[in-house]
């Protein structure tokens, strides 16, 4: 769906992105994760046209990103950025109908879109009168996906979409999104630093590290067949204290106190 070749990216003196090479599979959720500043956020801004690369290639189904077709481009994907990224002065009815009006659609497709949308993310309606302030932290995540799908775009774009929201809120929500997913079968990239929701949603798993891809695969290959040692070290830093401790038992020894 999205083909990247030697893509590059600099900020004066500092590589985000080395050439990379990328294709994302259609109608599949890929995940991009790595550590802080690894380049996974530059990256998915570089996917909706935020970000112009310095070098390479990008083509959104088959089509060139250059400026002239970038905004057709980009109202075939939907994006959500960290905490949602919604309009305070609006209501969630009015965020999410921002996009369709500003196209000229008519009053009563935005009406029956909005109400199909809150349906399809299980957002109560009187909820879309509210202000964002006035919603819960997992509300306005979905309030936020509403709008990126208001369009009905062909690509979803989610970067960090479940940062902000408590630990309860986060599990219910991801599986309402993985749900969602499926249930539209569009093409999703993620971004994270979680490896849990990487393996709970990603297809694709894509493990960046300072710029470059260390791995791409499915989980089980980066678990079993790991391309590098840091991809190791990343995985098993990512285990849960209770796992650990599983692992270690109160009397663990060495191991469970290294």
Not at 10 to 31: F, N, Q, S
Not at 35 to 48: A, D, E, F, H, P
Not at 68 to 78: D, I, N, Q, W
């Amino acid at each position: 769906m999205i083909e990247l070749s030697g893509v590059t990216k600099r900020y004066g003196e500092r590589v985000a992105l080395h050439p990379l090479d990328l294709a994302i599979p259609r109608g599949r959720t890929t995940v991009l994760i790595g550590t802080s500043g690894c380049g996974k956020s530059t990256l998915i801004r570089m996917l909706v046209g935020l970000v112009e690369p310095d070098g390479g290639t990008l083509a959104f189904d088959g089509v060139p990103y250059r400026t002239p077709e970038l905004m057709s481009l980009r109202r075939r994907m939907g994006y959500v950025i960290q905490e949602g990224g919604l309009f305070p002065h609006l209501t969630a009815r009015r965020n999410v109908a921002l996009l369709p009006r500003h196209l000229g659609w008519d009053a009563a497709r935005i009406d029956a879109r909005v109400t199909e949308l809150a349906q399809l993310v299980q957002l109560p309606g009187e909820a879309l009168d509210r202000y964002p302030v006035e919603l819960s932290g997992g509300q306005r995540q979905r309030v936020s996906l509403m709008r990126a799908l208001a369009l009905d775009p062909d690509v979803l774009l989610l970067d960090e979409p479940l940062g902000a929201v408590d630990p309860l809120v986060r599990a219910e929500l991801s599986a309402d999104l993985r749900a969602i997913f499926r249930r539209l079968g569009k093409t999703v990239v993620m971004v994270t630093h979680d490896m849990g929701e990487a393996a709970f949603f990603g297809d694709l798993v894509v493990l960046l590290r300072e710029g470059r891809v260390v791995q791409k695969g499915p989980l089980s290959e980066l678990l079993e067949r790991p391309a590098d040692p840091f991809v190791t070290r990343f995985i098993n830093a990512q285990r849960s204290p209770l796992e650990a401790l599983r692992a270690g038992g109160p009397e663990g020894g060495d191991d469970a106190q290294k």
